[in-house]
């Protein structure tokens, strides 16, 4: 499974940003799809993560509130909208695909290479 995360840039804080996680696989629905998010010289933290149904969600409590993550599995497509932004919101941003759900890195199979989010004060 391939994974490709867009969608990062620099915005102010209290802005947005929406992240997309798409893949051309056909079974890309059977998947739990996570985002993790690494700041320079800290370890990958997870941020969110949906089941293949949809019908759960996850959120760490440092983005519950603010971060909404849902998916199109008729577009293979996971989006993670980002709202009222914070400069301790910026780091390189990965989708992750697992067959659960999981919070930690190690339990999940592939991932998207990174798109890098920069919030400034």
């Known amino acids: 499974v391939q994974l490709q995360a867009s969608g990062g840039g620099l915005v102010q804080a209290g802005g947005s940003l929406r992240l997309s996680c798409a893949t051309s696989v056909r079974t890309f629905r059977l998947y739990t799809i996570s985002w993790f998010r690494q700041a320079p010289g800290k370890e990958r933290d997870f941020v969110a993560g949906i089941t293949w149904s949809g019908g759960t969600t996850y959120n760490a409590d440092s983005v519950k509130g603010r971060f909404t993550i849902s998916r199109d599995n008729a577009k293979n497509t996971v989006y993670l909208q980002m709202d009222s932004l914070k400069p301790e919101d910026t780091a390189v941003y990965y989708c992750?695909?697992?067959?659960?759900?999981?919070?930690?890195?190690?339990?999940?199979?592939?991932w998207g290479q990174g798109t890098l989010v920069t919030v400034s004060s």
């Open positions: 992750a695909a697992g067959l659960q759900y999981g919070s930690t890195a190690s339990e999940y199979d592939y």
